[in-house]
């Protein structure tokens, strides 16, 4: 009887111990699937507000699908006050690996750029690009500092510093500062460029490389190309059309109705890096039917039957086009500056080429141009323009570019090393090159696309100066893009209806849409009391 007795308690004790243990698992996978919705949500931009609805979407799945876990699924807490604490806390943890990995960093770079939010607050975005002496590498959103004064040099040193700081990042080992090139970024003595030397100088350090963005510099180059006797005529039609709603409907039932390969024309926008190519491209491609509607409204416009005036938008949508290949081949994340500099010499040899051909009347590499050619309008003047426009071109990527040059020999050694001329090389890298360059294995199994496995299956004891110098490279931004797309993403988030979002909430927002590291789900569970939801 005893026996018995003992065993019913432990059978109900064991029932009961289950019946908790369930309980707790529950409330922790709720709280869980709380984190992962709130990154979610925060990830993607969308409100806070917007776990509600998550919510009320999963009871009518969950109604229909699987009815007895309705209880389950209502445990989770999805409510804005609690999405708001999840997104900090995850915020938080993401930017606590960050701090750890900041410790392993044998160098890296900062890019940083500066625009204003929808409530006029300055916003700082710094980003950083660390590699380790594995060659790991790492690019993240060191801190978004919201300035609510004055926006001078000092004051963003300041942010810098302070960012720094917080990161516990030596400034020995900063390789370089990429800047949009703005007077306050690159002043000599009160920019950041300036003071940041300042301070390197004190600290008895060698200063930082600095880079204007290649992108922004390619921008600049194509303002040489105004063409207003082009641009202006383009922006007048494209206007006279869209400016009116009853004629943009209009033009667009117009287009459908001649099964036109396109359904309307497009707005140009002068701060966009490819908005005037695709304009004149589209406004090409739209030319007969924009004419024949403009005529059938009473606007004439001359030029739009003009022979000349057309071969001159042929040759601007041609070469608009060259300058947008280049741009999207500059964009995109994580681009080693040997590569970005790779395209630019490509495209001087081409604009080079180009040049040469339309002096001797050869359109080959310009396709609409050509086509009007057959027309010969007077083939011989027109070509003296658009060689004047080429010529002009080249001179303006020959100064934009200079810099960028001076460093060629730097970027060539860390882009293949096993073509380097030793001779031309630092002392310090001349015998290790001769080792490199000798090295049959290594030779042998060099591929340009792992360039970075390259380096890190290098002796540190045989190699020691060229695998300082390739980390260094690797860490170079070659341009501003990384910060520029989050600007895009700031401009989604606070807008005029999420105009009360707080500076923190909108960095924790921002850091959550572009890192690449996953935060510690597990880890912030474990750090709270886990709750069903009410």
């Known amino acids: ?68 876990k309705k209880d389950d699924f209502n445990a989770v807490s999805l409510s804005a006050s609690t999405i708001t604490r999840r997104v900090e806390k995850i915020g938080g943890n993401v930017y606590a690996q960050l701090q750890q990995k900041t410790k392993d960093f044998d160098f890296f770079s900062l890019a940083l750029d500066e625009s204003s939010d929808v409530q006029d607050t300055a916003q700082l975005l710094i980003f950083i690009r660390g590699v380790t002496a594995d060659f790991e590498m790492c690019e993240e959103l060191a801190a978004l500092q919201s300035l609510k004064g004055t926006t001078t040099g000092e004051d963003i040193f300041d942010k810098v510093c302070q960012t720094m700081q917080q990161l516990d990042l030596d400034w020995a080992k900063l390789a370089s500062i990429t800047t949009d090139g703005a007077p306050s970024m690159v002043g000599a003595s009160r920019g950041l460029i300036g003071r940041m030397n300042q301070e390197m100088e004190e600290r008895g350090l060698t200063a930082p490389l600095q880079v204007h963005c290649l992108i922004h510099q390619q921008a600049l180059c194509c303002k040489v190309l105004k063409w207003d006797s082009v641009m202006k005529v383009v922006i007048l039609c494209i206007n006279f059309i869209r400016a009116n709603g009853l004629k943009h409907r209009q033009f667009q039932q117009f287009l459908s109705e001649l099964e036109s390969a396109y359904g309307d024309v497009l707005y140009h926008t002068e701060i966009r890096w490819l908005s005037r190519g695709k304009v004149l491209s589209r406004f090409y491609e739209l030319l007969p039917e924009i004419n024949a509607f403009l005529q059938s409204k009473g606007k004439t416009v001359p030029e739009l039957i003009d022979p000349a005036w057309k071969w001159h938008l042929a040759f601007l949508t041609d070469v608009t086009e060259m300058l947008n290949g280049l741009n999207l081949q500059l964009q995109g994340k994580g681009k080693l500056i040997c590569d970005m500099y790779s395209h630019i010499k490509a495209f001087e040899v081409k604009l080079a080429l180009v040049l040469e051909q339309v002096k001797k009347h050869n359109f080959t590499h310009l396709p609409a141009t050509q086509s009007f050619s057959a027309e010969k309008p ?33 970027i060539r050694l860390f882009q293949n090393p096993f073509v380097a001329d030793i001779d031309e090389a630092q002392p ?5 090159l001769a080792e490199l360059q000798n090295c049959d294995v290594l030779k042998d199994s060099f591929k340009p696309n ?13 190699y020691p100066n ?69």
Do not use: W
């Not at 003047?381 to 020999?409: I, T, W």
């Not at 170079?476 to 209806?497: A, D």
């Open 378 to 410: 007077a083939v011989a003047f027109l070509s003296e323009k658009c060689v004047e426009a080429l010529e002009m071109l080249k001179a303006e990527f020959g100064v934009r570019f200079r810099e960028l040059h001076v460093h060629a020999k730097e």
């Open 428 to 432: 310090s890298y001349q015998f290790e």
């Open 450 to 462: 792992s360039l970075i496995d390259l380096y890190a299956a290098l002796p540190n004891d045989t």
């Open 1 to 68: 009887m005893r026996a018995e007795k003992i065993s019913k308690l432990k059978t109900g004790l064991l029932a009961q111990q289950t019946t908790l243990l369930r309980q707790t698992q529950l409330n922790q996978a709720s709280v869980r699937a709380s984190f992962r919705v709130a990154q979610l949500i925060a990830s993607c931009g969308k409100p806070f507000t917007e776990g509600e609805f998550v919510k009320k979407c999963l009871n009518v799945v969950v109604e229909e699908v699987c009815p007895e």
């Open 466 to 534: 060229i695998k300082k110098h390739a980390m260094k490279m690797c860490t170079l931004f070659g341009s501003t893009y990384i910060c520029e797309q989050t600007f895009s993403r700031m401009k989604l988030l606070k807008t005029q209806t999420r105009s009360r979002l707080t500076d923190e909430h909108l960095h924790q927002c921002l850091r959550l849409a572009v890192t690449r590291m996953d935060p510690d789900i597990q880890l912030l569970t474990s750090q709270m009391q886990a709750h069903s939801s009410h």
